[in-house]
């Protein structure tokens, strides 16, 4: 498994942006397919974006579409999610993860095998 560490997260107001980001460590952080998700209070967690490993196929879900970029650099050991005119509903505890598989039923049923702690994203109306 990979060690997962976001940072980013804040209050922001609506319209606002933001950049969270997520270390990771171990060697192998180049082979993952990485993603964000997010959960909002009283909701379950849901994808927002991934990232094969490569870097060039990129995933999101209709929320994010034109508002968020996922990213990542694997000489930093890095991937990023920059948040663009953001909304109140864009609220929750966001979480990085990682997984050796690429994109399909282990992401978009929330199984990928490594997890951050979180971040919380504020977005005041």
Not at 13 to 29: E, M
Not at 44 to 49: C, D, F, L, P, Q
């Amino acid at each position: 498994q990979v060690q997962l560490v976001e940072s980013g997260g804040g209050l922001v107001q609506a319209g606002g942006s933001l950049r969270l980001s997520c270390a990771a460590s171990g060697r192998a952080f180049s082979t993952y397919t990485m993603g964000w998700f997010r959960q909002a209070p009283g909701k379950e967690r849901e994808i927002v974006a991934a990232i094969v490993w490569s870097g060039d196929m990129t995933y999101y879900s209709e929320s994010a579409k034109g508002r968020f970029t996922i990213s990542r650099d694997n000489t930093k050991n890095t991937v990023y999610l920059q948040m663009n005119s953001l909304k109140p509903e864009d609220t929750a505890v966001y979480y990085c993860a990682a997984d050796f598989a690429s994109w399909g039923s282990t992401w978009y049923s929330g199984l990928p095998g490594s997890w951050g702690q979180g971040t919380q994203v504020t977005v005041s109306s």
